[in-house]
């Protein structure tokens, strides 16, 4: 019986061992293959990472995340010391949290590079970088044309035209609620706050990096308006901004200010029954259009933990030159 059991003790040690072996090796064979976790919107194309692969023998294994989960599955994984991916979007208002949690792998650039993207600012600290900027993500306010069109109204060049468009809309039976907003307590909506405030106002931030206070009550009051006159769906306060930005896509809303995506995403067909019908515009200001609107970057950086650090920053170098860049648009 004694010898069964040691027999048995011996086997499961080799077996844990043996596992043990075959993983090393396979992640020493693997080591030009990393992950890369990306809102759809940010992922290269199949040809891309063809031409990629065939460049320098690095196979990206993209992993479509929205953009609301990966700082979550980020954080979850780094806890334990893992890797939700080698590589993975950082937004601009991540870096912080990113960087004190040693989050992130440094990210060597020559100084043209550097020269190059004005954006990368927000994402180096004490002259370190921690990600490359994609996307500088400029908001923009997008209305449907036809719906619009229905209450003889054209696209609005302040919030009064819209206001006054909206009631219409309510009115008539054309959209429920036809301005969307995301209301959740949540990042979209600090974002919805300060572009509203700023592009009424021209500021937002004070030279002393205070918040203006005279911009942010208009801000509010704006949105209060809309709220109380049920212009904006209350269910907001529950969805992620990505679902409220969605909206546009199914006429359930007639007009927003959302990412830069949206310019094409409105007339994708694959996602989109809008095709034709929504038109990008510059946002409306106060009195008439705004002079300005705001840009909230986002990048890709590379996990401290990951066990491909030369083919992982051989990949964020190559997705985020210029000749790729422009092939994402």
Known sequence: ?????????????????????????????????????IPDWGAPTDDMLKEFKD?????????????????????????????????????????????????LMPIEMSEEDIKDMPTLKSFSVDNEI?????????????FNEDMFKQVGKEAPKSWDDLYEAAMLLKEKGIAKYPVGLPLRADE???????????????????DDNTI????????????????????IDPSNTEISGQQVYAKILNSEIAFMVGPS????????????????QVKPILLPGKTDTAQSTLPFAEAVGISKYTKNKEAAE??????TSKKNQIKSI
Request: aromatic residues 14%; charged residues 20%; glycine residues 4%.
């Open 212 to 231: 203006n206070e005279e911009a942010l009550k208009d801000g509010l009051e704006t949105i209060d308006q809309f709220v109380k006159a049920g212009l």
């Open 188 to 206: 979209s909506t600090t974002t919805t706050l300060m572009w509203l405030a700023y592009t009424r106002n021209n500021i937002f931030f004070n």
């Open 55 to 103: 460049e320098t023998g690095i196979t990206v294994n993209v992993i479509p995340t929205s953009w609301d989960d990966i700082r979550s599955k980020i954080a979850t994984a780094a806890a334990g010391n893992q890797v939700a991916a080698d590589v993975f979007e950082v937004d601009w208002s991540w870096l912080g949290e990113f960087r004190s949690a040693d989050w």
């Open 261 to 276: 995506s949206y310019v094409t995403r409105v007339n994708d067909d694959s996602q989109s029954k809008v095709v034709g």
């Open 1 to 37: 019986m004694k010898k069964k059991n040691l027999l048995l003790i011996i086997s499961l040690f080799l077996a844990i061992v043996l596992v043990g072996c075959s993983t090393e090796s396979k992640q020493e064979a693997n080591s030009n293959e990393i992950s890369f976790m």
């Open 314 to 319: 051989t990949f964020v170098k190559w997705y």
């Open 130 to 142: 921690y990600a490359i900027p994609y996307a500088n993500d400029f908001r923009i306010a997008y």
